[in-house]
């Protein structure tokens, strides 16, 4: 499956010339190329180890974490131009400006956010410990709230939903009351910052997106789910066939700078309309089978450990940003957290269910040994029996 998708993504470009403009070809390919050796990397790599890995989504999470912070740094400082220039139009949402970040336009910064909030909340103390790891959520929630991303507000949503149904080895009673207790932190620090320039913000975002009813979250969400893609459809006049072998760059659109075709905001459509079946079935199959077999473990009475759900919310988060139109492997940053993800799991788990199966093997035999070197003991007045 992982070479099905390897030969889909060199297969785009080929296609891709049979349907544009050389121009625009010129335009596309570099954007679209950038991520493929860091993709192949990924799939020949054959060190993967649960400490490095364990460093890999550390790092992540602080540079998310850092690039929540540039917005911020922006309401306050202004606009950082290499920000603008690069990663983001210049826009307003409700009379205020919005800003890029560190890790690229708001839509990246939501779905990344996303994917930190997921690793944080579902992968126990692993990757940091406790307190630092509720003052980086708190954090991230925040400065997402900042963002004026309808897709973090639903994120964060999902992220704390997520957690208190299958997230944690503690019960569901106490998994609800720990994401109250994450709110009410983080209510507190926005009361402290109730007065500052950030305050507007986290009201505006908070009342857009849920003032009165969802309607305003559904509405965009039946768009994506067909409307904006058809109109994709319809303008490139696209053909059965065309959905078999795929159309190549143009339905991506401004993900690869060709900002003048339409874009389906869809991720699932991004991969069919642009790879074909074949594309969006191989990348669907390389993450869906994670969660599958978290999923098969516990079915077999296995104990899920806080890899499995790490991963398996990694993947679900995934799953769930792509339906919005959120970052895939076309962007640098989540390019690394998907891919580093899909092929770490086998060799992070099978090193951990090893280490596990060693230290419980190494108790049993101390516990038995123990037992066979205990001194007899004779009690005074048992006569000959041996306590």
Same mark, same amino acid.
């Given at each position: 499956?992982?070479?099905?998708?390897?030969?889909?993504?060199?297969?785009?470009?080929? !296609?891709?010339?049979?349907?544009?403009?050389?121009?625009?070809?010129?335009?596309?390919?570099?954007?679209?190329?950038?991520?493929?050796?860091?993709?192949?990397?990924?799939?020949?790599?054959?060190?993967?180890r649960y400490e490095f890995v364990k460093q890999i989504f550390r790092i992540v999470c602080v540079f998310i974490t850092v690039s929540v912070l540039?917005?911020?740094?922006?309401?306050?400082? *202004?606009?950082?131009?290499?920000?603008?220039?690069?990663?983001?139009?210049?826009?307003?949402?409700?009379?205020?400006?919005?800003?890029?970040?560190?890790?690229?336009?708001?839509?990246?910064?939501?779905?990344?956010?996303?994917?930190?909030?997921?690793?944080?909340?579902?992968?126990?103390?692993?990757?940091?410990?406790?307190?630092?790891?509720?003052?980086?959520?708190?954090?991230?929630?925040?400065?997402?709230?900042?963002?004026?991303?309808?897709?973090?507000?639903?994120?964060?949503? $999902?992220?704390?939903?997520?957690?208190?149904?299958?997230?944690?080895?503690?019960?569901? $009673?106490?998994?609800?009351?720990?994401?109250?207790? !994450?709110?009410?932190?983080?209510?507190?620090?926005?009361?402290?910052?109730?007065?500052s320039q950030f305050a507007p913000y986290i009201n505006t975002i908070v009342s857009y997106s849920l003032s009165g009813s969802s309607f305003r979250?559904?509405?965009?969400?039946?768009?994506?789910?067909?409307?904006?893609?058809?109109?994709?459809?319809?303008?490139?006049?696209?053909?059965?066939?065309?959905? !078999?072998?795929?159309? *190549?760059?143009?339905?991506?659109?401004?993900? !690869?700078?060709?900002?003048?075709?339409?874009?389906?905001?869809?991720?699932?459509?991004?991969?069919?309309?642009?790879? *074909?079946?074949?594309?969006?079935?191989?990348?669907?199959?390389?993450?869906?089978?994670?969660?599958?077999?978290?999923?098969?473990?516990?079915?077999?009475? $296995?104990? $899920?450990?806080?890899?499995?759900?790490?991963?398996?919310?990694?993947?679900?988060?995934?799953?769930?940003?792509?339906?919005?139109?959120?970052?895939?492997?076309?962007?640098?940053?989540?390019?690394?957290?998907?891919?580093?993800?899909?092929?770490?799991?086998?060799?992070?788990?099978?090193?951990?269910?090893?280490s596990m199966r060693r230290l419980l093997s190494e108790q049993k035999e101390t516990l038995i040994a123990g037992y066979s070197v205990q001194p007899?003991?004779? *009690?005074?007045?048992?006569?000959?029996?041996?306590?």
């Open positions: 499956m992982a070479l099905l998708f390897l030969v889909s993504l060199v297969w785009i470009p080929f !296609v891709s010339m049979g349907h544009m403009e050389m121009g625009d070809y010129i335009t596309a390919f570099p954007r679209y190329f950038v991520t493929f050796p860091f993709i192949l990397f990924c799939f020949l790599y054959r060190e993967y540039s917005v911020p740094y922006q309401i306050v400082f *202004g606009r950082v131009s290499f920000f603008a220039e690069t990663f983001a139009e210049i826009g307003y949402r409700e009379g205020l400006e919005k800003y890029a970040s560190l890790a690229g336009s708001m839509v990246a910064l939501g779905s990344l956010g996303a994917l930190s909030l997921g690793l944080l909340i579902s992968a126990g103390d692993i990757l940091f410990t406790k307190s630092k790891k509720t003052l980086l959520i708190i954090i991230t929630v925040l400065g997402l709230l900042t963002t004026l991303s309808k897709a973090a507000v639903v994120n964060i949503a $999902i992220c704390f939903v997520a957690y208190v149904f299958i997230g944690g080895e503690d019960g569901l $009673i106490r998994r609800s009351l720990t994401i109250i207790g !994450v709110c009410l932190l983080t209510y507190g620090s926005y009361s402290v910052l109730r007065g979250i559904e509405q965009d969400l039946m768009q994506r789910i067909w409307a904006l893609p058809s109109l994709v459809i319809k303008y490139h006049d696209m053909r059965f066939l065309d959905f !078999v072998s795929g159309f *190549g760059f143009s339905p991506l659109s401004g993900t !690869v700078g060709l900002s003048k075709f339409p874009m389906a905001h869809n991720i699932y459509f991004d991969l069919l309309l642009s790879g *074909g079946t074949l594309h969006l079935v191989s990348y669907l199959a390389l993450m869906i089978r994670i969660p599958l077999k978290a999923i098969h473990k516990r079915l077999r009475g $296995i104990k $899920i450990s806080s890899i499995d759900r790490g991963y398996s919310m990694t993947i679900a988060l995934l799953l769930v940003n792509m339906l919005i139109g959120g970052d895939s492997f076309y962007q640098p940053i989540a390019t690394v957290v998907i891919f580093v993800t899909i092929c770490s799991y086998d060799a992070v788990t099978r090193e951990v269910d090893f007899e003991v004779t *009690g005074r007045g048992m006569g000959r029996d041996k306590g």
